[in-house]
């Protein structure tokens, strides 16, 4: 509440000083002579007229071809190096993409092959009978 209150007493001092420079500058304006505001506004539209002459003239001799080339040519090489750089980005996240389907893939068909148990299985025989070999042979040489 006491929030509206302080905005509503703002606006009302904005409004009122609004006012008071109003009232001040009316008389100001009145006395003005009427050919000196003649003459601002003439050489506002003078100084438009010249502007607008000199568009014409850059456009009817192509100079604008010279800036327009030159931006375009700097934003098509903004855009190939922003293009490449998505290039090489999408690249690599295919490349991570497809090495790790590929582990994944190589890593269940390993699993799911009944052989790759068997053979880890004769594996770890074949170290045991290695071992027991190796354990008898170093008795009998003691």
Partial sequence: MTVI???SLLFIASAAGI???ITRKIPLVLETPREVVNDYFD??????????????SWIKQGAYWDPLLAFSARA???LRVVLLKLDQYSF???QNVKEKSEER???QTREADPKYWEELKSVKR????QEGTQA???ERKV
Wanted: charged share 30%; glycine share 6%; proline share 0%.
């Fill in 43 to 56: 050489q506002g539209s003078s100084r438009m007229h010249v502007r607008v002459l000199r568009i014409r």
């Fill in 5 to 7: 209150i302080v905005f």
């Fill in 105 to 107: 893939k190589l890593l």
């Fill in 76 to 78: 098509l090489r903004w």
């Fill in 19 to 21: 006012g008071v420079i």
């Fill in 126 to 129: 074949e170290e045991e009978k």
């Fill in 136 to 138: 008898a042979d170093t």
């Fill in 92 to 94: 690599s996240l295919l």
